[in-house]
Structure formats: C-alpha cells, structure tokens
C-alpha cells in the first residue's frame, strides 16, 4: 500500500514537472487581441492563471484575473473605444455596474410575454458587455462558408441567440437576409467551441421572475466582405 501511495505521488509530480507556465498573445479578431499567461501540461491542455488584458489596438476592452482557467475576482469590461461599460464580480456572481445602452443600439430583446405598462421587465445581460462579450460569437460566424464575401449593400444578418430562464446560452443561430428580396437564410452557429465563460448571461426577468428571451443583434458585412456587428458600444 506505501508503494502503491508513493507509486502516485511521483506520478502527480511527475505532470507538475513537466506542466509549463508561457505568455500568450492570441488575436480574437481584426484588431483585437488578448494577454495572458497560461499552464501548459503534459497534454498541451492549456489552463488560464493570472492576470488577463484584452485590447483593440492600445485600448482595454477587458481586463480581470484568472484561477486555474476560472474567472475571478472583478472583472471591467469596456466598449471599443475604450470606455468602461461593465463591472461584474465573479466571485460573488454580482453585477456591480453596467452603463445604459445606447438609444442608437443595434441589439434588440425579445420575451414572449405580452408587456404591459404595469410589468416590470429586465433584458438578459452579457457577461463580457456590449463588445467584448460578443466578438466569441463573431468569430464562430465567420466560420460559416456562406457569409464569407457578402455585398455590404445587398445583406443584412442578425445573430439570434435564444437565452434560458437560469442565463445560459440554449441555442445561436444566424439569419441572413437578401435587401432586395427579404429572402432570409438561417444556419446554426457552431458554439461547441466557445468556452463556458462566453455562454452566460445574466436571465432577463418578468415581473421579478426568471423567464427565457432572446437576444437579437444586427450584423452587416463590412467592405472587406466580413460580417462585423453594428452598433455595439
């Protein structure tokens, strides 16, 4: 049984010997990059420590701490140019602050309750803010080989992402429509990929209660032929 116990023990040493701790610089998308550290095992499973900054060019868009690939402690989440519209404790599950969206917002929430003036709703919010807390989603829609190319005057495309009572993500789809015609074509936005930190949300509510919505957001190709999302702030 000691041998068996010492047997073990070299074995758990052995993987923290050969684990590596490396800086990592990854581009999310265009202009937007991340910083960070992260440990490297014997797999070349890749866990998150420390402190983590994400820029759009010189300016933050995120900014907090990692344990052991976990979220922790205050995290500050900013638009693209830079200015702070997000605050969320991780480790009390606490919003501390979230700026007013913009009248000019291309996001739109949608419950299926019939709202009266004497209801009292809340729309879902995203964890990450308005910007950073989509641009997981913009990177998984560029994958689709159809909106690759897309005439910026002739299509629109709206990411739908349908938002559980309990604030995961439940399903992601994208609906491409053709000006011209109003023919519309939807596909399934692969999500497997995202890590789970970028499938919360915060649930909408109806008159105190947790309810499921979903949440719309504009898209449009850029003049490269990209899909961009229009009028996050």
Not at 149 to 168: A, C, F, H, N, W
């Amino acid at each position: 049984m000691k041998n068996l116990l010492t047997l073990i023990a070299c074995f758990f040493c052995f993987n923290i010997c050969l684990a590596q701790k490396v800086e990592k610089r990854n581009y999310i998308i265009d202009d937007v990059y991340e910083r960070y550290n992260a440990v490297i095992d014997s797999n070349d499973v890749e866990t998150k420590v420390g402190t983590y900054t994400s820029y759009r060019g010189k300016k933050h868009i995120a900014d907090g701490e990692y344990k052991n690939g976990k979220r922790v402690g205050i995290w500050h989440f900013y638009n693209h140019d830079g200015k702070e519209i997000q605050q969320y404790d991780y480790d009390n599950n606490k919003l501390i602050f979230e700026a007013p969206e913009n009248e000019l917002s291309f996001i739109q929430y949608k419950l299926d309750y019939v709202i009266t003036d004497k209801d009292k709703v809340t729309p879902p919010i995203k964890l990450g803010g308005r910007y950073y807390g989509y641009l997981a989603y913009l990177k998984q829609m560029r994958k689709i080989h159809d909106l690759r190319g897309l005439e910026p005057d002739q299509y629109l495309t709206v990411l739908k992402i349908l938002v559980s009572p309990m604030g995961r993500m439940a399903d992601c789809t994208v609906e491409l429509m053709y000006r011209r015609t109003g023919q519309s074509v939807t596909y399934v936005v692969n999500t497997d990929e995202l890590p789970e930190s970028d499938k919360i949300f915060i649930p909408a509510t109806f008159n105190g209660e947790q309810v499921s919505s979903r949440v719309e957001v504009l898209c449009k190709p850029d003049d490269d032929g990209e899909i961009n999302l229009v009028g996050i702030k």
